[in-house]
Nanobody
Framework: QVQLVESGGGLVQAGGSLRLSCAAS??????????CGWFRQAPGQEREFVAA????????YYEDSVKGRFTISRDNVKNTVYLQMNSLKPEDTAVYYC??????????????????WGQGTQVTVSS
């Protein structure tokens, strides 16, 4: 199984930017085909999909509210997936989780489609 560790969260003002990273170890992206996704969970809310990327990076999918503001990317040599977040809004405040599942194709968008999760990183956007 793959181990995932997120980093890059923090406190930022509305309109600002952050880049989240998700580093893989164990079954790494360079050795095993895996689709990856980012999810977020605000207090009292269910975990929700943010973005997903296929193993090659050729396929991506975004939740409507982040389209045009967030960009998911990956570097399989570095075993890392990124989430560039621009034009942040207070409603983006949440714990952000990285997830992975085996597969060469596909951009899964549901929590149950993933079998490996990171511990999360807090993103707080102040108004």
């Amino acid at each position: 199984q793959v181990q995932l560790v997120e980093s890059g969260g923090g406190l930022v003002q509305a309109g600002g930017s952050l880049r989240l990273s998700c580093a893989a170890s164990g079954r790494t992206f360079s050795n095993y085909a895996m689709s990856c996704g980012w999810f977020r969970q605000a207090p009292g809310q269910e975990r929700e999909f943010v973005a997903a990327i296929s193993w090659t990076g050729g396929g991506t999918y975004y939740e409507d509210s982040v389209k045009g503001r967030f960009t998911i990317s990956r570097d399989n040599v570095k075993n890392t997936v990124y989430l560039q977040m621009n034009s942040l809004k207070p409603e983006d405040t949440a714990v952000y989780y990285c997830a992975a599942r085996p597969g060469r194709v596909g951009v899964p968008r549901r929590v149950y489609e993933y079998d490996s999760w990171g511990q999360g990183t807090q993103v707080t956007v102040s108004s």
